[in-house]
């Protein structure tokens, strides 16, 4: 069973930047992709960023230019780094893990990022 735990959350001041970072654990060496979705209130889930497990990086055209995705394989971990931020990017951010083959995802607990003045 994947676990997913997330940290590096916070309030940070429009045009700042934060990094958030997620650990797993449990994964078994199948294709994969590893990435971030976010939710604000009265909004549904939506992408941020993905990397599969040979560094293929998808961004959502709001964050492209603003947010780097990496992730380090040999300690499990995915990160964002977010630069450039926005009131609109405030929300509750998600780490996903998803086998690609299976489709089968799973989520972290979540991690909140505040931007405002």
């Known amino acids: 069973q994947v676990q997913l735990v997330e940290s590096g959350g916070g309030l940070v001041q429009p045009g700042g930047s934060l990094r958030i970072s997620c650990a797993a654990s449990?994964?078994?060496?199948?294709?994969?992709?590893m990435g971030w979705y976010r939710q604000a209130p009265g909004r549904q889930r939506e992408l941020v960023a993905t990397?599969?497990?040979?560094?293929?990086?998808n961004y959502a055209d709001s964050v492209e230019g603003r947010f780097t995705i990496s992730r380090d394989d040999a300690k499990s971990t995915v990160s964002l780094q977010m630069n450039r931020l926005e009131h609109e990017d405030t929300a509750v951010y998600y780490c996903?893990?998803?086998?690609?083959?299976?489709?089968?995802?799973?989520w972290g607990q979540g991690t909140q990022v505040t931007v405002s003045s």
């Open positions: 990397i599969t497990n040979r560094q293929n990086a």
């Open positions: 449990g994964i078994e060496n199948r294709p994969n992709t």
């Open positions: 996903n893990f998803r086998y690609i083959y299976t489709d089968t995802n799973y």
